[in-house]
């Protein structure tokens, strides 16, 4: 289960901030220093991990270490609810969509960061 969320990470990772590298390429850690990240793209990725795996990552969460890291990232997803639907089946990489300014669309979480407004994908880094 754990590889299928990190998997799914990737994947969201790679869609929401339109990176030009394979999936497999996602290193597991030092994610910030090794894909040149800044807190807008983080913030960005975070908001669309909500979206993904319906759940809300509370501002006292947010730090370099939850986002440099796929195992503790997947580890937090596990823990606030997310993973494999009921079924067991992980939802697809594709589950995640984006509206027309470029933030994800679909049920995602009631709270967290995407309810505060973040700063849209279209906004410069």
């Known amino acids: 289960m754990m590889q299928e969320i990190k998997d799914r990470l990737r994947a969201v990772l790679v869609k929401s901030l339109a990176l030009d590298i394979e999936l497999s390429a996602v290193p597991e850690r030092d994610l910030v220093k090794s894909l040149g990240l800044n807190s807008i793209n983080t913030i960005e990725f975070l908001i669309w991990v909500e ?10 969460d947010l730090s370099v270490d939850l986002i440099d890291d796929l195992d503790q990232l997947a580890q937090y997803v596990v823990e606030r609810g997310g ?7 992980a939802a697809s990489n594709d589950s995640v969509t984006s509206s027309s300014n470029g933030t994800p669309s679909g049920s995602g979480a009631s709270g967290g960061i995407a309810a505060q407004g973040a700063v849209p994908a279209s906004e410069p880094a």
């Open 51 to 60: 979206t993904e795996f319906d759940i809300e990552i509370a501002d006292e």
């Open 83 to 89: 993973g494999p639907s009921v079924d067991g089946n």
